[in-house]
């Protein structure tokens, strides 16, 4: 069973998670659907139902906001989260359970036995390195998150909490570790991202550290990292999940891949593709003529976030003999339709310079009622565009149009585009 975290101190949020963890507030929590919290309305209506019932008026407040996180939580963790609780920052920066689950094969496959998990949060990576029947320690620093880490990990025999400070924690006997760096800093006016990796806590010289002691160690970044920051002796892989890019995982001694540098890792519905390199990212190499340049025709593909962030759009119209629009611009065109989940393909229908005037009458001729607007290079806002195109054009045409602006050269163009399913 998972240990109760030790306690140096109170920390904001330890009152409300007391009291539901109670047998009264447990019971409570417990026996309501988190759907009954699901938005504002819900919340409230259910605020003023628990009053009413006669429960006290703290009680409901920390039942009612637990009850909210557990319904967004379902996003990430499925029918497990009906059971889980959470901290709002814990839950912002917790691992989709599916990731959490290839995090944890990671391990596996490299024979890794006793893992920390440092700077644990609410416990998602450490569930499902336990429930991959690894040896699991979780080292987070706040009181109030350790606590919901030490709930989550309960019925797990092989994973405990230490509320410690995860630089200071000794490895002595642990031959991997998994990271999960907070990239976010707290002040009076709330929170706020973080972009150098060495403000993360604990920053990113921390875990190259700990890589140059041979332990086996994985962590997870932001999807923005710039290529620049990722450490030489890793594999960086970025992760879109159903077109959203969630994270930059990097990957040290055994935990890395043979041959892979960089890899897109894109998971939908219908499943999971990789496309993977062995070199560095070249930012210049189409700068340099050694990516095929070309006009917008046949079909355009937009590739999917993941792909871009790891630099491999260039890998990628290769598997389909594709051209870029312009050196700097990640669409690419092919003549003939290939299909890939690395990517969305359009049907190029017309080509024409960007100029609202005429982008206007032609949604006015065409009776246009439905116009989806993508954009790259272009320092425009598709929903304000949409606005100015679609006014005066009546409400009651259905009729569809997709629109790609992008600047091709010192040259910007609306290109009609038709999806191809």
């Not at 306690?7 to 409570?28: I, V, Y």
């Not at 689950?101 to 990671?106: D, F, I, K």
């Not at 009729?399 to 992008?406: F, G, I, N, R, S």
Request: aromatic fraction near 6%; proline fraction near 7%.
């Amino acid at each position: 069973m998972a240990s109760s975290p030790t306690a140096p101190g109170s920390s904001p949020g330890a009152e409300p998670l007391a009291l539901l963890l109670s047998s009264t507030g447990w019971a409570l929590l417990n026996s309501i659907d988190p759907s009954e919290a699901g938005n504002d309305s819900a919340a409230l209506a259910l605020n003023l139902r628990l009053r009413k019932e006669g429960h006290p008026v703290e009680l409901v407040t920390a039942v009612v906001q637990q009850t909210r996180l557990r319904a967004r939580a379902r996003a990430k963790f499925g029918p497990f989260a009906d059971s889980m609780v959470f901290t709002p920052a814990g839950l912002e920066q917790a691992t989709r359970l599916n990731l959490a689950a290839l995090h944890a094969q990671r391990f596996t496959r490299a024979g890794v036995k006793k893992v920390a998990d440092l700077g644990c949060g609410i416990g998602a990576d450490s569930l499902a390195l336990a429930s991959a029947e690894l040896d699991v320690t979780a080292v987070e620093m706040d009181e109030t998150t350790a606590a919901a880490a030490t709930l989550n990990l309960m019925p797990w025999p092989n994973a405990r909490v230490v509320n410690a400070d995860a630089t200071a924690f000794d490895l002595t006997g642990f031959d991997g570790v998994w990271l999960d760096p907070a990239r976010r800093t707290t002040s009076t006016s709330g929170t706020s991202r973080l972009f150098d990796p060495e403000a993360f806590s604990p920053p990113l010289s921390f875990v190259e550290a700990l890589a140059d002691r041979g332990l086996a160690v994985g962590v997870k970044m932001g999807p923005g990292i710039p290529h620049e920051a990722v450490p030489a002796q890793c594999e960086a892989q970025w992760v879109s999940v159903n077109g959203d890019v969630t994270e930059a995982a990097f990957w040290f001694g055994p935990l890395a891949r043979p041959g892979v540098r960089r890899a897109a890792l894109v998971i939908g519905p219908d499943g999971a593709t990789e496309l993977t390199s062995a070199v560095d990212h070249d930012p210049d190499a189409a700068l340099r003529g050694e990516v095929p340049v070309g006009p917008a025709e046949g079909y355009l593909y937009e590739p999917d976030g993941a792909v871009i962030r790891a630099g491999l759009v260039a890998d990628l119209l290769a598997t389909v003999d594709g051209h870029l629009l312009d050196p700097h611009i990640a669409y690419f065109c092919a003549a003939v339709h290939t299909p890939t989940p690395l990517a969305r393909a359009y049907r190029v229908l017309q080509v024409r310079p960007y100029n609202v005037k005429s982008l206007r009458a032609w949604v006015k001729t065409e009776k246009i009622g439905v116009l989806d607007i993508k954009k790259r290079g272009l320092d425009v806002t598709p929903e304000e565009l949409r606005k100015i195109l679609l006014a005066g054009t009546g409400k009651s045409s259905k009729k569809k149009a997709t629109l790609v602006l992008t600047r091709i050269g010192e040259q910007r163009f609306a290109i009609e585009v038709e999806p191809v399913d």
